[in-house]
């Protein structure tokens, strides 16, 4: 879906020369630094850790309300309207895990992260997003920048502040294509933003995108995207999920 009358013209990013093997973005002072700062990974909680299903504790309601209601029309690609909430739960037990975050920040930031997705060419999502090495497809350098946008478009009228939407906005650019963090609030929704894929209702849209079975998924979860997660609450919440969601879907049986 692409809305040009809420997009601004430019042609979206091109990739950058890192993709190519230029410029690793590990050398990033930002990345060094946080890397200096926490050495031990999984970056060991701070507060309190919850494994249990993540529909027991859904988002907090109400103080996101209207951020939600700008961005109605980008929920309603790539199943944004699955992945933004659920991930935005797992976001907010992650804060309580490292209360040392910035909450409001990381919330913010999930809410707007793949809203980008809504203003690219949709049938180049799937042909490009999920298929060979997907994380240097030029689609999701493009959702990134274009994330963006819409964290630059929506958020002044609401009230947030230049510094802290420029915040927003350098944890958007990256999430999907940088392979590391800058920052404690960047690792968390990077967390978050895999977690969801753990949950079964994530396994079943996430399944579809990459063409697999919930068998094949689970397994490609456990091999590649467990050693992704940078917290170790994380690591806590992603494994029990993934146990739950195996033993639901029966998946070492239908194969």
């Known amino acids: 879906m692409n809305t040009p009358e809420t ?77 933004l909430p659920i ?72 009230g947030y502040a230049p510094e802290f939407i420029d915040r927003v906005c350098e944890i958007i650019d990256g999430h999907d294509t940088r392979h590391v963090a800058y920052s404690l609030e960047d690792a968390l929704v990077r967390d978050a933003d895999r977690l969801w894929r753990f949950d079964h209702a994530g396994i079943a849209v996430a399944a579809t995108w990459f063409g697999m079975t919930p068998a094949v998924y689970t397994d490609r979860l456990g091999e590649e995207i467990i050693p992704e997660l940078i917290t170790e609450a994380a690591l806590a919440m992603g494994t029990a999920d993934l146990e739950r969601s195996r033993a639901l879907l029966k998946t070492g049986v239908i194969r």
């Open 7 to 83: 997009q601004t013209p430019e042609a979206p990013s091109a990739t950058p020369v890192w993709a190519g093997g230029q410029a690793d973005p590990a050398d990033d002072p930002r990345a060094v630094a946080f890397a200096d700062a926490h050495p031990v990974r999984p970056l060991p909680a701070t507060g309190t850790i919850d494994t249990t299903p993540i529909s027991i504790t859904p988002a907090a309601v109400g103080d996101l309300d209207p951020l939600w209601q700008a961005v109605v029309p980008e929920t309603r690609t790539r199943a944004n309207d699955i992945h």
């Open 87 to 158: 991930s935005l739960a797992f976001a907010e037990r992650l804060c309580r895990a490292y209360p040392e975050a910035d909450a409001d920040l990381v919330r913010v930031t999930l809410v707007l992260h793949d809203t980008g997705w809504a203003h690219v060419d949709e049938e180049r999502i799937l042909s490009e997003g999920f298929a060979g090495d997907w994380r240097k497809a030029a689609i999701r350098f493009e959702h990134e920048a274009e994330g963006c946008k819409v964290a630059r478009r929506v958020l002044p009228g609401l």
